[in-house]
């Protein structure tokens, strides 16, 4: 009768991390995705060098190039904290391995509907 309540037990403890497992698959994916996203960005950020050497052309090319080590370090930092049980830890780092690609995509957004609302007002849009 006690192993039936064990069993019980352990099923009841498991169930939220098959939702934590299916969280940290869909952002390896994602995270994944971005990388792929990032190796066209990389060959492309030579280019860079194409007015000539400067600090800016090589800070470009070292932040660009250096990209890949956040995501895969909290994809890592987020399947050991899954391995330890610690689950929230592990949510918020795989949740944050990917949010790098999210926030430059929104800050395009909104500074390029800033500068469609900027040029609107001033006239030099309208007709």
């Known amino acids: 009768m006690q192993t039936n309540s064990l069993e019980t037990a352990a099923q009841t403890i498991e169930a939220p991390r098959r939702g934590l497992l299916a969280w940290l698959i869909i952002s390896l994916v994602l995270t994944l995705l971005s990388l792929v996203i990032w190796l ?52 918020v ?22 500068w469609y609302a900027m040029y609107l007002n001033n006239g030099l849009l309208n007709p």
Request: glycine letters at 8%; hydrophobic letters at 60%.
């Open 40 to 91: 066209v960005m990389a060959g492309m950020s030579v280019m860079a060098f194409d007015s000539g050497v400067s600090a800016e052309a090589w800070t470009f090319v070292i932040i660009v190039w250096s990209y890949p080590i956040l995501p895969i370090g909290l994809l890592i930092g987020s399947w050991i904290a899954y391995r330890r049980r610690r689950n929230k830890l592990a949510a």
């Open 93 to 114: 780092l795989s949740g944050l391995a990917f949010a790098p690609p999210i926030l430059f995509f929104l800050c395009m957004t909104i500074t390029s509907f800033g």
